[in-house]
């Protein structure tokens, strides 16, 4: 089956600076990587996604990247605020298997 | 509104009554999963089903049951619960295919 790696697990960055958070995954079938946010205490919520036949997408701070033959892909967030803080999950569908998540620390 | 409801929201039980966790939508979504959350472990998949009476195995099923009698219910059953199945509980479901799938509100599960 699927396999989803994430790093890092913690990331504390300064306000305003970039953070990049990595996966990779295992089945080379798997066509829809989504980027999911959770703050504390609340559900998973979606900020952005990606399907196989793109190499990047971008949202206003928020930009994923895809490199399909090596299978990984990126989740780049520019001008960090406070607001940014939260756990951070990649997947991968048609299953939707979770990495492990990254904790995100932006610093005033 | 369109939501994904799981009830109940916190539940503390002890090892080996039996329970249930529901999981409703009212998206009409094909595709309907049960992930439990540990710290450091991220969301880990359960089981998952693609339609109506079809259901399969994610990455931890041991101790668990699903059914999947109608389209918008996918009720999680711990037959014989055990400390060790203490953990956050989410549902969620989705179109099949390349879509965003919606998670419900959790379940926060202790097991004595």
């Known amino acids: 089956g699927e396999n989803v790696e994430q790093h890092p697990s913690t990331l504390s960055v300064q306000e305003g600076d970039s953070a990049v958070i990595k996966c990779t995954y295992s089945?080379?079938?798997?066509?829809?990587f989504p980027w999911y946010k959770q703050e504390l205490g609340k559900r998973p919520q979606l900020i952005i996604d990606?399907?196989?036949?793109?190499g990047e997408k971008k949202d206003q701070r928020i930009a994923v990247t895809l490199n399909k033959t090596a299978k990984h892909f990126s989740l780049h967030i520019t001008e960090t605020q406070p607001e940014d803080s939260a756990v951070y999950f990649c997947?991968?569908?048609?299953?939707?298997?979770f990495g492990t998540g990254t904790r995100l620390q932006v610093f005033p | 509104e369109a939501q994904v409801t799981q009830n109940p929201r916190y539940l503390i039980t002890v090892t080996g009554k039996k329970l249930t966790v529901t999981c409703s939508q009212n998206?009409?979504?094909?595709?309907m999963s049960w992930y439990r959350q540990d710290p450091g472990l991220g969301l880990r998949q359960i089981y998952y089903s693609m339609n109506v009476e079809v259901t399969d195995k994610g990455d931890v099923p041991e101790g668990y049951k699903v059914s999947r009698k109608e389209k918008r219910n996918f009720p999680l059953i711990l037959e014989s619960p055990s400390p060790n199945q203490t953990s956050l509980y989410f549902c969620a479901s989705s179109l099949v295919g390349n879509t965003e799938a919606f998670f419900g509100q959790g379940t926060r599960l202790t097991v004595v």
């Open positions: 998206m009409n979504h094909e595709y």
């Open positions: 997947a991968a569908r048609p299953t939707l298997i």
């Open positions: 990606i399907r196989s036949n793109v």
């Open positions: 089945d080379s079938a798997s066509n829809y």
